[in-house]
């Protein structure tokens, strides 16, 4: 069986001789302490990591639904312990130079009125070249031959925002202005589909995935109420555009507790929830009693249980795995794993994980000797 056939098994509830062994990743704080625990230090990103540890890996079909052209990325201001930077989405924002795990100061965004969104949204024009791949045939036939699952990005209709105008300014403009915020979120929808529909009507899509991170620990940031109405009749036409060409595993990436959006989610067609933060609030095992099969779980591994030692790491194992038994779930750690885990941990982690999901230890791999 290939990592494509297991995948797209695992995720329709059929069986399979095991399950797939992927994991979300680490922060950098983290790398850099277990360089001094026995990680090599060639093991300096994600992308090395997943490497390193042999993980299975998935592709993405080369598609651009962000800004086009990006703004100007620059560094403004520079200290001894900081930096001022405005990044390609025109946010300005503070950033530690030592390297550390910590979310910025926000100090200015590029989208604080309608003023500025008529100009923003240029950027986001659905015809401008370079969204959609000119070689689709010769890209077809390539990812047809992969053996790894192949995806798409389906954007972002709230997270997005968010990050353009800041916490304030969408919570504010939500309420003062919800006709704006359609809009906003119609363009985007315009946009997506216009690019997703061409790309899956030539490749073979396993899964969609799209990021809104639009939850904290007590809940979503806007009400169920707004989001049915802003939110689900576009996510709809996302997903019926994705359908129509046979790819139903949509992916949402969201931390916290999504409990209250996740029945909103299925009924715009969002069906697969990820990374399921234990610690933020969400439960997988009472998702899977709420929605059956209708709802597909990526990872949910609490990472306290990493921190707190071996013990725990075996019971919070064995949890996952009972629900992993049951199909539509492939278990991982719930976000980035964090600093506070020692490389021995995680070493047993991945031991623990891989014995009980019946999947074959591995040796490292030394990409760097290659």
């Given at each position: 069986?290939?990592?494509r056939?297991?995948?797209n098994?695992?995720?329709h509830?059929r069986s399979?001789?095991?399950?797939p062994d ?8 983290t790398l ?5 625990e026995g990680?090599p ?9 997943d ?9 993405m079909a080369p598609?651009?639904?962000?800004l086009?052209?990006?703004?100007e990325?620059r560094v ?11 990044d390609g ?14 979310i910025?100061k926000?100090?200015?965004?590029s989208?604080k009125?309608?003023?500025?969104w008529n100009r ?5 024009d659905?015809?401008t ?5 000119t070689?689709l ?23 997005w ?11 504010v403009?939500?309420a ?10 119609e363009h985007?929808?315009v946009?997506f ?5 061409p ?6 899509l396993?899964f969609?995935?799209g990021?809104?991170d639009m939850c ?5 940031i806007i ?9 689900v009749?576009?996510?709809k036409?996302?997903?019926d555009?994705?359908?129509?060409n046979?790819c139903d595993?949509?992916?949402v990436?969201?931390?916290?507790s999504i409990g209250?959006?996740?029945?909103l989610?299925l009924e ?5 929830m990820f990374p399921?933060e ?10 899977r009693?709420?929605?059956?099969k ?16 071996e013990a725990?790491i075996?019971a919070?194992v064995?949890?996952?795995a009972?629900l992993?038994?049951?199909?539509g779930y492939?278990p991982?750690?719930?976000h980035?794993v964090?600093a506070?885990?020692?490389?021995g941990n995680?070493l047993?982690?991945?031991r623990?994980k891989?014995d ?15």
């Amino acid at each position: 069986m290939t990592p494509r056939e297991r995948w797209n098994r695992v995720l329709h509830f059929r069986s399979v001789d095991r399950l797939p062994d992927e994991e979300f990743g680490y922060w950098d704080d983290t790398l850099r302490r277990w360089h001094g625990e026995g990680l090599p230090p060639q093991v300096d990103s994600n992308e090395k990591a997943d490497r390193y540890f042999a993980f299975d890996t998935r592709a993405m079909a080369p598609v651009n639904i962000g800004l086009i052209p990006p703004f100007e990325a620059r560094v403004i201001e520079e200290t001894e312990d900081r930096r001022v930077i405005i990044d390609g989405a025109g946010v300005t924002s503070v950033q530690p130079k030592d390297g550390h795990s910590t979310i910025p100061k926000y100090l200015d965004h590029s989208l604080k009125a309608r003023e500025d969104w008529n100009r923003f949204k240029e950027r986001l024009d659905p015809s401008t070249p370079g969204r959609v791949p000119t070689n689709l045939d010769k890209l077809a036939a390539r990812f047809a031959g992969l053996d790894c699952p192949v995806g798409v990005s389906s954007g972002s209709l709230f997270g997005w925002l968010r990050d353009w105008m800041g916490f304030e300014g969408i919570s504010v403009a939500c309420a003062d202005d919800p006709l704006w915020v359609q809009d906003m979120m119609e363009h985007l929808t315009v946009l997506f589909v216009s690019v997703i529909e061409p790309v899956a009507q030539n490749i073979r899509l396993d899964f969609a995935a799209g990021w809104e991170d639009m939850c904290y620990r007590s809940g979503p940031i806007i009400s169920p109420r707004m989001f049915r109405e802003f939110m689900v009749p576009r996510y709809k036409r996302i997903t019926d555009a994705l359908r129509r060409n046979s790819c139903d595993v949509v992916i949402v990436d969201c931390d916290g507790s999504i409990g209250q959006l996740v029945g909103l989610w299925l009924e715009g067609g969002v069906n697969a929830m990820f990374p399921l933060e234990v610690g933020g609030g969400t439960d997988p095992e009472a998702l899977r009693r709420r929605y059956g099969k209708d709802v597909l779980l990526l990872g949910g591994v609490d990472k306290r249980a990493l921190i707190a030692g071996e013990a725990a790491i075996d019971a919070e194992v064995a949890r996952v795995a009972r629900l992993a038994e049951q199909g539509g779930y492939i278990p991982h750690v719930d976000h980035r794993v964090p600093a506070d885990v020692s490389y021995g941990n995680y070493l047993h982690y991945l031991r623990c994980k891989r014995d009980a999901l019946g999947i074959p230890q591995k040796e490292p791999v030394e990409f760097w000797r290659s």
